[in-house]
């Protein structure tokens, strides 16, 4: 039941924003906060009680399960459950909303009941895509993922929102309806042989199909997540939603969408065609390279600042699609560290970002400069940040690429090799932007305020966050390690590790 | 004709009878609240008239009239869609000043022809339908007989609706000449030592599926609908979009079940071809119309595409499709003409998206309300749209209709462009001009009482569609 | 009594159908439409009617006094609408009106 109240903190807060009366945007900025606030708690809760109590009995690598009946004629069931691997991701959306929520109190201030209806509702389906194991629910959530953050584009993003909101929603609504189709594929496949037709994950995961179908149907579900994770070539859509979207909105997308994809690769699209996978890895390593260097260089060439952070997602979530194809344990929570690490230090970046192309009210990097001395506490900040996401050791970062390179070295090291000169150019084009940014001469003599005390209380919590995972990276690998071993697709001899 | 007959025959008694007491009323006494309340009680009646002789059906009344479930439910479908109809077009002449009564008169003979047409099992019996309906229609269309664009469009439904009568008029011969029976089960019989397929008996399918074609206005029989839905006042617009396309869909589903429907025949392909154009062009062509009226006409031509898909999967999965996603298709496309409907009533101007912009901030439920149509017509999930074409891409499957179910993906993809729009529109800032005009409330009480019962429905379909589904599978399944 | 074989009848009927068909693509005069329409509805009667006699059955000839009917009532509403539609334009052009014959 605890899994339920997951979902429906977040929905019972949109709802008392959205009724909160007009011109009392305290009381609507304060339930989103609360609503949040609540929901880390709750997922805390979990993780520092999982071991003990929280182990179903046989019920696999599940923490907690929650199942009844949903749509029976077509063997459809409102099924959700949690693992560590669900479990640490939850707790990045509650933590990341929580901060998008304070960011946005100054970034946001028109129709701002409707934006915090947006955010919760947002949190919520992400929450939902990460708890439905019943393949029709997590379809259904991860379609309505996508209202509210085209709403978030759209409405309160920057100059050209419109059209960023529309290839956004076009890119991932169009693969998603590939998904859908693979999803049916799979569902009558299993239906056929089995005569039990139904959605539900621990079902499907063993169907056999022949390897055409099989890579036809895994291509499905992987183009639909590779675009939400915007691996090459499939990342256009992101440098404009990235650069368009509000703060709050640039936080979600590059903390959570992008997650929910590789989420979507971990979960589903490797443990539910292994063959396949297996077959198709070397292609999706690829990518992942491709991603990684393509991202970095791309980065490099940028003026605009928040589209250099933009790109370096694409480069980050390059280490993840690696690690997920790696075929090998440490490779894959090597790709969760990332993806938590890269969640919270991007994030970070594009607040900070955000706050200082709203102070000086420009992006273009060629007009920054000299902000150390004006600003010194949001350029020690973007300072920290910068590192971080370059991979220094005592970030979270760090271990994460460690671990999937570590992973992948074992596997190919010429393709290890490749990805770790990104290493260097991560070195370059972190280290440029501060520079651009807060050193040098004050060339249009900005005079600006410091971080004010809601952001700084966002970075301090942050900056803690990002380093713990880097000191104790075991809090995190520990409670997933049991959920990944059993995800870890069997590259070698291409037969479902878990039967 | 025996008691029994006369019992199950209550509903189109029901609302024959009402249409009667409508026009005495009128004679007597004009009176536009009056009137409206009658249709309503009377629609109300005969939906719950429709759960009273469910029980005592299946039942052949006389040769013409079969009333067996699959017609029974979406006759207490088409004339629930009457009450809302009827409502949303209460609110909207209450702002209107000279004869406004006769418009209900003409809904219930309209609802009284659709319901005659879902229950009818003889080539008489779908003529009479049809014409009570499309002769109501040209009336209905041209209603504002001192605006030129609706009086263009009554024409130009009158010239479409006449001539695909005379289609399905020479279809229908035809097949009478070669089977020697009218009703639907026997003319659809193949008799032993009679060749299944003679040329005549193709000809005449042809020519009715052409006047189907027509009636549901599918590619390429689709020329004026844009016109149509743009001339005609909103509820009547409604009303066409909803239950005169529904009612239409519902006989040819049934007369192409009780044909058998041969994949790979010449007839199946042929549908096919047209269910391919409708869906493509549908939405390629609403891409391009700039009044949301005409975008929503062209957007409801791929979705009546999409229904064919459901036609031709003809598997178990394909009847429960078809019945959810008309369910699911009323409910959007009544709520979305009845906002237009509202909007026009109160704010007037132009049908020109652009007029709509910041709507959403004027009338927040209101604006709410018109995404979560539109969201439901470009199939996105808690809404009864997306349930429905989840049903058809599975119905789809079912049968390996691999190409449709890819063109049906592929359309909805496109269709989203223009509903993207439409949405986002609804949220732009307002214009400085407009901002005053959110004074008005921003709907009486019958049209707010009927949009919110839509969306609600809207959203419990989609979120908890099981019940539903049950009663569908109970009543078109079996 | 000389009989006439089955298929004149139809063959004339579908004449008389294309002729009406031709009648309503071809004419703009909103007028000479409907009569059109009226010619496609007679010739489907007339199949109706062959069609009852082939089979000895009353059915044709009753669908045909179905057709009467509901032509006399389109041609009633018809009418009324076109000459709203006069009023409005002067003129029973379908041409002239907004948009265009598509």
């Known amino acids: 039941m605890i899994l339920v109240w997951l979902i429906a903190v977040p929905c019972i807060g949109a709802l008392l924003a959205g009724i909160s009366p007009r011109g009392r945007e305290l009381r609507c900025r304060g339930v989103t906060i609360a609503a949040f606030a609540i929901n880390l708690a709750l997922t805390l809760a979990l993780w520092i009680m999982h071991p003990a109590v929280l182990r179903l009995a046989g019920g696999g690598a599940w923490f907690a399960e929650f199942d009844r009946a949903w749509i029976p004629s077509l063997g459809i069931r409102f099924h959700l459950a949690l693992d560590g691997l669900s479990l640490v991701l939850i707790a990045l959306t509650n933590f990341l909303g929580l901060m998008a929520a304070a960011a946005s109190w100054r970034d946001i201030t028109e129709k701002v009941r409707f934006f915090h209806v947006n955010l919760l509702w947002m949190a919520a389906a992400v929450i939902g895509v990460f708890l439905a194991v019943d393949l029709f629910l997590f379809y259904s959530f991860w379609e309505l993922m996508l209202v509210p953050l085209y709403f978030l584009i759209g409405i309160w993003g920057h100059e050209q929102r419109l059209y960023a909101a529309f290839k956004f929603f076009i890119f991932t609504q169009a693969s998603s309806l590939l998904m859908l189709l693979s999803l049916l594929g799979l569902y009558f496949i299993h239906g056929r042989a089995t005569g039990v037709y139904t959605f539900d994950y621990g079902a499907l995961m063993g169907t056999a199909l022949s390897p055409g179908t099989g890579m036809w149907l895994m291509l499905g579900f992987f183009v639909a997540f590779v675009i939400k994770l915007a691996a090459v070539p499939l990342h256009n859509w992101l440098p404009d939603a990235h650069t368009q979207a509000p703060t709050a909105g640039s936080v979600i997308l590059a903390g959570l969408v992008l997650k929910v994809g590789a989420y979507g690769l971990i979960r589903f699209a490797v443990p539910l065609f292994p063959a396949a996978s297996a077959q198709f890895a070397p292609v999706a390593m690829g990518m992942g390279v491709a991603s990684i260097l393509y991202g970095a260089i791309l980065a490099f060439a940028q003026t605009d600042i928040k589209r250099l952070v933009a790109y370096t997602s694409v480069s980050h979530m390059g280490f993840v699609l690696l690690g997920v194809y790696a075929g090998s344990t440490v490779a894959l929570q090597g790709a969760v560290m990332v993806m938590l690490a890269h969640g919270i230090s991007t994030s970070a970046l594009f607040i900070l970002v955000g706050a200082l192309s709203e102070r000086i009210g420009t992006r273009e990097m060629g007009r920054m400069g000299g902000l150390w001395a004006a600003a010194p506490r949001m350029s020690g900040s973007l300072l920290v940040f910068a590192l971080a996401s370059l991979g220094l050791p005592g970030f979270g970062n760090f271990v994460g690429e460690f671990l999937v390179l570590l992973g992948v070295f074992r596997m190919s090291a010429p393709l290890a090799a490749v990805a770790a000169v990104s290493l260097i150019t991560a070195a370059i084009y972190s280290l440029w932007m501060f520079q651009r940014a807060c050193h040098g001469p004050n060339s249009e003599g900005w005079v600006i305020p410091d971080l004010s005390g809601i952001e700084a209380a966002i970075m301090a919590g942050m900056i803690s966050v990002t380093v713990w995972l880097g000191i104790y990276p075991g809090a995190v690998l520990n409670v997933t390690r049991e959920a990944l071993e059993s995800l870890r697709p069997d590259i070698t001899s291409a037969v479902s590790s878990k039967r | 004709m025996v008691r029994g007959d006369f019992f199950i025959l209550l509903p189109l008694i029901i609302t024959g009878g009402a249409a009667v007491a409508v026009m005495l009323l009128i004679s007597f006494r004009r009176s536009h609240l009056a009137t409206a309340t009658v249709t309503l009680v009377a629609l109300g009646a005969a939906v719950i008239s429709v759960i009273c002789v469910a029980a005592a059906a299946p039942r052949q009344a006389s040769a013409l009239l079969i009333l067996d479930s699959y017609a029974l439910f979406y006759m207490g479908l088409i004339f629930a869609a009457g009450c809302a109809v009827t409502m949303i077009a209460y609110d909207y002449f209450e702002r209107q000043t000279d004869h406004r009564e006769e418009f209900y008169l003409l809904l219930l003979l309209a609802t009284l022809g659709s319901a005659v047409l879902v229950s009818s099992n003889h080539f008489a019996s779908l003529f009479l339908g049809l014409e009570i309906l499309s002769v109501s229609l040209y009336a209905l269309i041209a209603f504002h007989r001192e605006r030129l664009p609706s009086v263009e469009a009554g024409v130009r439904y009158l010239i479409l609706a006449a001539a695909s009568s005379a289609f399905l008029l020479f279809g229908m011969a035809l097949i009478y000449l070669e089977r020697g029976d009218m009703t639907f089960f026997r003319s659809t019989q193949i008799a032993s030592g009679v060749p299944a397929w003679s040329p005549l008996l193709l000809a005449g399918t042809a020519l009715l599926i052409v006047g189907i074609g027509f009636k549901l206005a599918l590619v390429p029989f689709h020329m004026w609908t844009p016109d149509i839905y743009e001339g005609a006042p909103p509820p009547a617009t409604a009303f066409i979009a909803s239950v005169s396309k529904g009612a239409a869909f519902v006989l040819l589903l049934r007369y192409v079940t009780l044909f058998g429907l041969h994949s790979g025949s010449v007839q199946s392909a042929a549908i096919a071809a047209i269910a391919v154009a409708s869906m493509f062009f549908g939405n390629l062509l609403a891409l391009r119309e700039e009044k949301v009226r005409r975008v929503l006409a062209y957007s409801s031509i791929a979705h009546m595409g999409y229904l064919l898909v459901a036609i031709l999967a003809a598997g178990p999965l394909a009847a429960v499709a078809a019945g959810y996603y008309l369910v699911a298709y009323f409910t959007s496309i009544i709520g979305s003409f009845g906002i237009i409907s509202v909007r026009e009533g109160r704010e007037g101007g132009g049908d020109a998206v652009s007029d709509y912009r910041g709507y959403a901030w004027r009338h927040p439920w209101l604006g709410g309300a018109f995404t979560a149509m539109l969201l439901s017509l470009a199939g996105i999930p808690i809404t009864a749209g997306f349930v429905g074409k989840f049903y058809l891409l599975a119905a789809g499957l079912e049968s390996s209709l691999r190409l449709l179910v890819v063109v049906l993906v592929a359309s909805s993809a496109i269709g989203l462009f223009y509903y993207l729009r439409i949405i986002i529109t609804l949220y732009g800032p307002p214009e400085a001009e407009r901002q005053g005009a959110a004074i008005t409330p921003a709907v009486s009480l019958a049209g707010g009482v009927a949009l919110t019962a839509l969306t609600f429905l809207l959203i419990w379909f989609g979120a908890y569609p099981a019940p539903l589904l049950r009663l569908i599978q109970a009543m078109v399944g079996g | ?102």
């Not at chain 3, 298929?7 to 007028?31: D, P, W, Y």
């Not at chain 3, 489907?44 to 009917?69: E, P």
């Open chain 3, 1 to 102: 009594m000389i009989t006439v074989p089955i298929e004149h009848v139809i063959l004339m009927a579908a004449i008389l159908f294309s002729l009406g068909l031709t009648g309503v693509l071809a004419r703009r005069n909103v007028l000479f439409i409907l009569l059109s329409i009226e010619v496609m509805l007679n010739a489907a009667g007339i199949a109706f009617v062959a069609a009852g006699a082939r089979w000895a059955q009353a059915d044709g000839q009753i669908m045909f006094l179905f057709i009467l009917t509901m032509a006399a009532a389109e041609v009633a509403v018809g009418l009324a609408i076109i000459l709203q539609y006069y009023r409005h334009t002067g003129t029973l052009d379908v041409d002239a009106m907004g948009g265009g014959r598509r």
